[in-house]
């Protein structure tokens, strides 16, 4: 519990911290207690002592020149403390004081904390911005409250632009959101979006693979799930209380916004694809082939208009490749012409008929040529394999 006495301690020991002189070789450990201390008061009682947040703060900022890791230290104790302490909702309460409407002296201590607390989480992002700290970022973004929190934007674009980067953490943090983010809406959708706006090859060719990691599939179990948990509750199977909550979280899954976020990720994905395939020159096989993958994975979900223009695009692809002459260009030829398999073979193709039938087509009265152009590698007889298994699958669909 915060004491007074606990108040009037930390102004003065802020502006001791605060002084150039407070920081040398010698009082490294009492920095690093107190940054244990601060943490340790802020986390047990947020409400009353979120300003020592600004002891954190004091020791990052002073001992930037004298002791980088003691400064990474305090900066990375700020990310503890507020993965700990922050709410999984966004706080409507910043600016609210500065209006002239009558408000409960409670009202005033929980916006005076809210008002706090989103300027301790945008002074650690500038922070953490500044000293190119990637571990802090990561480490943020894979806490789900802050999904819903101010300012996700801010953080979600910081990791983004290190993982176009290469930086291997911020790139496995973006995965690991895409495989939890069950919402779409929430996390899902912005990511996507913000890859999409990415223009440069070079940064593309590490954020394009995570696009398949993206989950366009959720919409179909929030119904199912959400009456299985309201049957419990009827039936008084489980604590009502309990349930109660859990009916109301999920009613705020809702299917239809669900559905619609799908459908943007879906589109911002595929056409991401498209983009790579139309500069295959400017990306790396394995990014090709991920993006192939991915096109014959999710593309049946496409609305018409789109998955005419993916089939085109994969036959002029598949035909490009194949007369380049590139030892790659049998392998890419093929994973295109599975793609179009895959399409041709979906309901969607099915639903479109011709003009992916014709796309097909075209790939297949070429297809003798790819197989013995892959005959001749070792690697390919997967990929041989595959193409006849594909062949025999859409074999009714094209009437022979």
Not at 117 to 133: C, G, I, P
Not at 364 to 376: A, C, Q, T
Request: proline fraction near 3%; include cysteine.
């Amino acid at each position: 519990m915060a004491t007074k006495d606990d108040a009037h301690r930390l102004w003065p020991l802020l502006e001791r911290l605060r002084k150039p002189s407070a920081i040398t070789p010698n009082t490294v450990p009492v920095m690093e207690r107190w940054l244990a201390a601060a943490a340790d008061k802020i986390c047990s009682n947020p409400n009353e002592n979120i300003d020592w947040i600004q002891v954190i703060w004091a020791i990052c900022d002073n001992s930037a020149k004298v002791d980088k890791r003691l400064s990474r230290r305090a900066v990375l104790t700020g990310v503890a403390v507020v993965k700990d302490i922050i709410p999984a909702y966004k706080s409507t309460g910043v600016g609210v004081q500065k209006t002239n409407k009558k408000l409960s002296k409670q009202a005033e201590e929980i916006l005076t904390y809210d008002t706090k607390l989103v300027e301790a989480y945008q002074n650690l992002l500038t922070r953490l911005k500044t000293m190119r700290e990637v571990r802090g970022m990561c480490a943020l973004l894979e806490c789900a409250s802050l999904w819903t929190f101010n300012d996700f934007d801010r953080l979600l674009a910081m990791v983004v632009s290190s993982a176009a980067g290469g930086y291997t953490a911020a790139i496995r943090a973006i995965e690991g959101v895409l495989k939890d983010d069950e919402a779409v809406e929430v996390a899902t959708k912005k990511i996507v979006i913000m890859i999409g706006k990415v223009k440069s090859p070079q940064q593309l060719v590490h954020l394009a693979p995570l696009l398949k990691l993206a989950r366009t599939d959720t919409s179909s179990n929030i119904i199912e799930e959400q009456h299985n948990l309201s049957v419990k509750l009827a039936s008084g199977e489980e604590d009502t209380d309990i349930n109660r909550d859990l009916d109301a979280g999920f009613a705020g899954l809702n299917k239809e916004r669900v559905r619609k976020a799908e459908a943007v990720v879906l589109a911002e994905v595929l056409v991401v694809y498209l983009r790579v395939l139309r500069t295959a020159h400017l990306y790396p096989k394995e990014v090709i082939v991920e993006c192939l993958k991915g096109i014959g994975e999710k593309a049946d979900a496409a609305n018409l208009e789109l998955v005419i223009e993916i089939a085109h695009e994969l036959r002029d692809f598949f035909t490009e490749q194949l007369g380049s002459g590139s030892d790659n260009g049998p392998l890419l030829a093929a994973h295109a012409a599975l793609a179009l398999l895959k399409l041709a073979g979906s309901s969607a193709g099915k639903a479109i008929g011709e003009p992916v039938q014709g796309a097909l087509a075209t790939c297949l009265e070429s297809l003798p040529k790819l197989l013995r152009l892959l005959l001749s590698q070792e690697d390919a007889i997967g990929l041989l394999e595959d193409l006849c298994r594909g062949v025999m699958g859409v074999d009714a669909t094209l009437g022979g």
